[in-house]
């Protein structure tokens, strides 16, 4: 079974930069994609970005795009979300995501999932 752990998170001004990384257990990582969610206070859990199995394929959210960078590295089991120009509307728990069956853009696409990092972004 997958596990999944995020961390990195933490309070940082508007402008700034986080790295969130997440540790997953299990021979098979190297098989299957990963994403990033969030999760404001009282809104839904939305989509932030993929990356694929080797990760040469990535794709954001627009409210994202330029701004962050997925990565990972398959040896060390592990996915990475740089977060640039962070903005206070960045504000929310960061959830990585194992890949299973459905949309890539909605949680229900992801059949494993890490306990979440808070990432809060004063302005």
């Known amino acids: 079974q997958v596990q999944l752990a995020e961390s990195g998170g933490g309070l940082v001004q508007a402008g700034g930069s986080l790295r969130l990384s997440c540790a997953a257990s299990?021979?098979?990582?190297?098989?299957?994609?990963m994403g990033w969610f969030r999760q404001a206070p009282g809104k839904e859990r939305e989509f932030v970005a993929h990356?694929?199995?080797?990760?040469?394929?990535?794709y954001y959210a627009d409210s994202v795009k330029g701004r962050f960078t997925i990565s990972r590295d398959n040896a060390k089991l592990m996915v990475y979300l740089q977060m640039n120009s962070l903005k206070p509307e960045d504000t929310a728990v960061y959830y990585c995501?194992?890949?299973?069956?459905?949309?890539?853009?909605?949680?229900?696409?992801?059949?494993?999932w890490g306990q979440g990092t808070q990432i809060t972004v004063s302005s």
């Open positions: 299990g021979r098979t990582f190297s098989s299957y994609a």
């Open positions: 990356i694929n199995s080797n990760g040469a394929i990535t």
């Open positions: 995501g194992k890949r299973g069956t459905g949309p890539l853009t909605s949680e229900k696409g992801y059949d494993v």
